[in-house]
């Protein structure tokens, strides 16, 4: 299928993780969503028992909860998560929905056994997307007492916990049925049956879709997308979908600059806007249209929604380079260098900055074929 793989790095203990937009990924309905793939285990906690603790080593985002101590509210959702996982972050906006609908209700904890640097750069972009509690697993004993004790192998996995015991457990996207019984919220069953109405709408549009880009009809893949933006104009993803096909697909740089260019103005989605500026510059499929002046545009707007992020700076600092800025493309990346922590990632930076350095007016840094998959 025509799809738009967008990969954009982010660096934990010593290797490559991907955070990214995989447009492959979106065309699935939500009912087909993957989880990602733990180690199996053996079963012990079971529904009706009494919840686990949690043992955190850092609250994240959010103050320190307990389940084990809960009353008849609020009811716990502990969800386990990580930033590299796409599942994960398609289940955050949904979460984010819940803990705002209920409120008081319920509370809703992210669990991840990844360190608090990585969490800390992913929230940079992720943080108003993300409005519920976060927090960093010590030693994954959070992990092994819920997911391993409950013979769970695949994230994301949540667990809802009532007065202290656990009554369910599942993917998080299909727990909606379940917070409506415990808090019996009539309100929130209407307004769900709405929204699952209109995500059954957008799967069979995007299904079209896909099979259009299969056949490469890019027209009528288009003209499929254009109307899934006429339901939802916030849909990012798939504007994302059409500047692929206008710009790689159809090589029609004139109708792909216009509407890079719409994007910039009605986009506010930093993470979004890196990704899609970082294949322009990077990605192998681009280099043939590649369009540095609208990589610049995007990576200049991700950088004011986003404007610490260590990632987003270093695309940035790139399209600057590229467009013959170098004094500006050496301010970028010093920028990023100061707000990354992760040890692989500052010594990715540093061998751009250098690169600047050692150019007044800019080019193409003739980037390695390793350097090419990362940033900066």
Not at 299 to 315: E, F, I
Request: net charge neutral; proline share 5%.
């Amino acid at each position: 299928m025509g799809s738009f793989d967008v990969l954009t790095p982010a660096f934990h203990a010593g290797k490559t993780l991907i955070r990214s937009y995989v447009m492959k990924n979106w065309l699935m309905p939500a009912a087909l969503m993957l989880t990602a793939t733990l180690g199996a285990t053996a079963k012990e906690l079971k529904i009706g028992d009494k919840a686990p603790p949690l043992t955190i080593e850092q609250w994240i985002k959010g103050s320190p909860v307990d389940p084990t101590k809960g009353g008849a509210e609020p009811i716990y959702v502990v969800e386990f998560w990580a930033t590299w996982c796409g599942p994960c972050r398609q289940s955050i906006p949904h979460l984010s929905e819940l803990q705002k609908h209920f409120d008081k209700k319920i509370t809703v904890v992210g669990v991840s056994n990844e360190t608090p640097e990585v969490i800390k750069s992913f929230l940079r972009t992720w943080d108003k997307k993300m409005q519920y509690t976060v927090a960093v697993d010590k030693d994954n004993k959070t992990s092994s007492a819920y997911m391993e004790a409950a013979g769970v192998n695949g994230i994301p996995h949540s667990f809802i916990v009532k007065e202290g015991k656990l009554v369910w457990h599942g993917h998080p996207m299909e727990m909606d049925d379940q917070l409506v019984k415990l808090t019996g919220d009539k309100e929130f069953a209407a307004a769900m049956e709405k929204s699952q109405a209109k995500s059954r709408k957008r799967s069979e549009m995007a299904m079209k879709a896909g099979m259009a880009m299969k056949s490469e009809k890019w027209d009528d893949a288009i003209k499929i997308l254009d109307d899934m933006i006429a339901v939802d104009a916030a849909d990012y993803e798939v504007m994302a979908q059409k500047y692929y096909l206008l710009l790689v697909k159809k090589k029609d740089a004139k109708a792909a600059a216009e509407y890079g260019a719409k994007m910039v103005q009605v986009v506010e989605d930093a993470d979004l806007l890196d990704a899609v500026a970082f294949s322009i510059l990077m990605e192998e499929e681009f280099q043939p249209v590649k369009d540095p002046k609208t990589a610049l545009a995007m990576s200049t707007k991700a950088a004011k929604l986003s404007p610490k992020d260590p990632g987003v700076l270093a695309t940035l600092a790139r399209a600057q380079f590229e467009n013959g800025n170098g004094a500006e493309a050496v301010k970028s990346a010093e920028a990023a260098l100061q707000v990354a922590e992760d040890d692989q990632l500052k010594e990715e930076i540093q061998k751009s900055l250098e690169k600047y350095r050692g150019t007044k007016t800019g080019g193409t840094p003739g980037a390695t074929k390793g350097e090419a998959g990362s940033k900066g």
